[in-house]
DNA sequence: ATCAAAACTTGATACTGTCAAGTACGTGCA
DNA sequence: TGCACGTACTTGACAGTATCAAGTTTTGAT
């Protein structure tokens, strides 16, 4: 995207870069150095150890996905299911780490947890206005969930999953992703 | 769960164990073979490397998948929902490894390949059945989609996800997940 | 009994994350 | 000016890893 400047956001950016083309697993820290054309050991400046290169692309991620999902004014449903999944093929280098809990538990990562907790809440928010009065916390907690549910497996599976080489044939992938939020927002009235 | 013979079987199982409680990135082949009493070489003889060993479990995986979802004579929609979540909470080692297409590329292991086409299959196959005739194929494409995206949703924030933590405070989880899928299968007529 | 293949071992190489100890440099302060 | 100190970075070392190569043992069919 751009070009970054500290060492800080160079090595950020190879890290994000080389999981979007390869998967987390790829990138080793001596790589991004060498990339940086850094020693091996200057990352640990900046990072504390690898888990801590991914809570800063987690953050990253989690705050790019806020964002999305709050720039959608007066969003209707179809349109924050599209916002989801939309982020998710085009961030795919935060995307992927931002889920994986094996490989950054963001529990030790307050901000990285503030940033995600900004982006559950503004599904929930949404839930909570188009839900009629009478709805009960756990039909809120239900929605929330099934529509969490339908966004992030369909951007997983078209992502990484078995719909990824199908996305060739389909013509218009972000027709597609709007006919299933459409076909999803049917269960709810 | 047995307790297996074949020093296949052993290294299979230790890595399945290893991934239930840590993650596919904790398997070492050394450490497997450590844990069947042999030298770090011998589990070359059995796997081609690393990628054929997350192969075979997902093959494994996959098998057990398709049984699951072909087990359910004249399932409901709801009870496909059910066995795909159950499938990945009661077999979180294979689970975690069927989608990780970074680190197992099904299409170079045919076997594997196979056994997950026959899962897909199971859900293709309910779907016709269950549209009327009028649907279209676009219809039925998109209509697979939208379940397996719930299902495969729901198992992995579960299992994984943000919602993992909150599964304590959820009395029952097999209901609650019935719920959902209820509120999912409202999106079909 | 023999012989070839399968199962397994030992050894080496190149990579990784990370600890430990250094060096260079700018900035505030006396 | 001089000097102490923290930040950014380097060099070096260690243990762990996947995997190649080459050996040895075990086994099973003829």
Redesign the interface.
């Known amino acids: 995207m751009q070009s970054p400047d500290s060492l800080q956001d160079t090595v950020l950016h190879a890290a994000v870069s080389i999981v979007a083309t390869?998967?987390?697993?790829?990138v080793s820290l001596r790589e991004v150095a060498r990339a940086a054309g850094v020693s091996h050991q200057a990352p640990y400046h900046h990072f504390k150890d690898r888990e801590g290169l991914f809570a800063a692309i987690s953050e990253q991620g989690f705050t790019l996905l806020a964002d999305s999902l709050h720039m959608a004014k007066s969003p209707t449903r179809e349109a924050l299911f599209v916002a989801y999944v939309t982020f998710a093929l085009r961030h795919p280098g935060h995307f992927?780490v931002m889920?994986?809990?094996?490989?950054c538990n963001l529990e030790h990562y307050p901000a990285a947890l503030m940033q995600?907790d900004r982006a559950?809440g503004a599904l929930a928010d949404f839930v909570a206005r188009d839900l009629d009065e009478t709805a009960t916390i756990d039909e809120i907690r239900?929605?929330a969930?099934?529509m969490?549910?339908?966004?992030?497996?369909?951007a997983?599976?078209l992502l990484?999953?078995?719909?990824?080489k199908k996305i060739g044939e389909i013509a218009d992938v972000d027709e597609?992703v709007m006919?299933?939020a459409r076909?999803?927002?049917?269960?709810l009235h």
Chains 1, 2 share one sequence.
């Open positions: 390869s998967g987390p697993d790829d992927r889920f994986r809990k094996d490989i995600a559950f239900m929605t969930t099934y969490w549910s339908v966004a992030h497996g369909l997983t599976l990484d999953g078995p719909l990824e597609f006919n299933v076909l999803a927002t049917r269960a």
